[in-house]
């Protein structure tokens, strides 16, 4: 049978038509299927369809500095007033300082941190630190209004309804954050002829919060052609 026999009647010359039609549409149909499956599934808010979800974090950091400058046994208390409409990861409060002033061991500055968590939302604990300032000295409290928050791409498999109910801060750790720090300057007794004695340390003091936005896309399978 040769092309003229497929083609000789009306009918035909339809079969053969659709017969190419479909050899070509098939292999595109089911290379585009996997992502119009997954654009379907984000835009119908498809919450209760268990998947595999491709899970990222956008991340934005709202930063606090402060340099005070205090003498032995001098306190000073910080306040960072916490408001954001998005997910908080995570809170930080971080205490820097480099004790320059006197050569030699046994007189590096130092400073106690304590925190006032009480007028923040949410069940957080009260923490105390200390730390002296040799060359990257200091100190840090964390606390996570997202519990077991890292920030990291992972893949989830489950409903994206278990999926946003695991990342949500829920509004803890929205008020105001607070720590009081107390300095401990270390003066050498016998000082050397000449050398300026040191009676106080500046302190820088940091407050970090890490908000986020979350980003799941749901991942299909390609389709073998």
């Not at 659709?18 to 549409?25: C, D, K, Y």
């Not at 604990?125 to 992972?154: A, K, L, R, V």
């Not at 004695?197 to 052609?225: F, K, N, R």
């Amino acid at each position: 049978m040769d092309f003229a026999d497929l083609t000789d009647t009306p009918r035909k010359q339809g079969m053969l038509g659709g017969t190419i039609f479909f050899m070509l549409v098939f292999p595109i149909y089911f290379g585009i299927m996997p992502t119009l499956v997954a654009d379907e599934m984000v835009e119908s808010g498809s919450t209760g369809i268990s998947a595999s979800w491709s899970v990222s974090f956008i991340e934005t950091d709202i930063v606090q500095s402060e340099s005070p400058t205090l003498g032995d046994g001098d306190t000073y208390d910080s306040f960072f007033d916490l408001m954001s409409e998005e997910n908080i990861g995570l809170v930080i409060f971080e205490l820097s300082c480099i004790d320059n002033d006197e050569p030699g061991p046994g007189f590096t500055d130092s400073a106690d941190g304590q925190s006032d968590i009480s007028q923040v939302e949410g069940l957080f604990e009260d923490q105390t630190n200390q730390g002296d300032c040799s060359m990257g000295g200091g100190f840090e409290m964390i606390w996570y209004p997202t519990n077991n928050y890292t920030g990291e791409d992972y893949t989830f498999d489950g409903t994206e309804d278990d999926l946003r109910g695991i990342w949500n801060s829920n509004g803890n750790g929205l008020g105001t954050w607070a720590a009081t720090i107390t300095a401990n300057i270390e003066t050498n007794p016998v000082p050397v002829f000449g050398e300026v004695l040191d009676s106080d340390e500046e302190y820088q003091v940091t407050w970090t919060a890490i908000t986020y936005q979350l980003e799941i896309i749901p991942t299909i399978d390609d389709v073998d052609t």
